[in-house]
């Protein structure tokens, strides 16, 4: 069995990238779900490990909650694509497995050919974007060679994607499906890829030259793409087939809705999402009320939103509150 986690990152916007450190300088940046990575200007979020894509991706969505409470509390809003300005921004997807044996090697050779494989939805979904991205870092950064293994046994980082938090579901679970399925399917079947280079295992940054020229990167999507279609790889097919471009990149736009209730952050993401006028302020009462003061509403409900039923129930009252202010 394989575990997933990841740590996407984004970046506050308001008429230019706003300085992370300044939104979340009242939180321990370094241990919290939304935090600081090495640079300052940048967040990142860092949903739990889980067995299950659906409890990953559900943990992701909850946090998006959490920025949108930000953005709404900051007058900023949230954008993760390739490049925002100046930004780079990563999204790295962890890969781990408990066993007493150590396939770390393995795990990084069958890694390196995931993100080769995963070359072609990656263009189709960023464009041109994506050489931009490798091409900024000087192609040390991002290249379908770029893993980390120095986590730990059995445990490897795959950083070829651009950040992924700001693609809609669909694409986000497509993604790790991917990950899981190719990893899954490498780890019985032996599969060669010709542009694969000889690298450095004992390196925990693998060190290799990727194309220079965007003629070059494009060539070696139209190859994989080929190769997958000839090889009949499902796991890869499936991607292909699934993916679409349908995305926006905005994790959060700055909304009226706010709370200091972590039970309502949900609330905050679905009313923010029916863009609403009025400025509301989520509190918990002992009875559900509406208090209308000048241009601000404060809506007190009498209910804890966690657990299992956070998405259903948040939906609930963020509907009903919705035609009541």
Known sequence: ???VGSDPEFVFYKGGVIPAYKILHQ????HTDIGLDGE?????????????????INTM???????????????????ARPLVGTKSLGGHIHVSTNTNKNITTEMVENGIKLQFFLLPAAH??????????YKRSNFHYGSPY???????????????????????????????NFVIEGMTYLQYNKIKIPIIKKYDL??????????????????????????????????AIKLLKNINKHNSFIIAKNAHVTTLDKNYLGIVLYLSQLKTKKDIVLKRGKEFKV??????????IDERIKGKEFFAKSKYWASKIAKVV
């Open 202 to 235: 004992q390196s925990p940054y693998i060190s290799i030259n990727f194309v220079t020229s965007e003629k070059e990167f494009l060539s070696i999507v139209d190859y994989m793409y080929k190769f997958i279609y000839d090889k009949k790889l499902g796991f």
């Open 291 to 300: 208090s209308k003061i000048l241009s601000k509403t404060t809506v007190y």
């Open 27 to 30: 939180r321990n940046a370094l």
């Open 61 to 79: 969505t909850k946090i998006k909650a959490e920025i949108q409470n930000l953005c709404n509390l900051y007058g900023v809003d949230a954008i």
């Open 1 to 3: 069995m394989f575990y």
């Open 124 to 133: 189709f979904i960023y464009g041109r974007e994506l050489y931009q991205r």
């Open 146 to 176: 770029d893993i980390r293994s120095d986590w730990g046994k059995n445990h490897i980082e795959l950083r070829m994607l651009p950040t992924f938090l700001g693609l809609n579901d669909k694409n986000i679970f497509s993604i790790f």
């Open 40 to 56: 300052i200007g940048t967040a990142e979020i860092r949903p739990q490990y889980s067995s299950s894509i659906y409890e990953h």
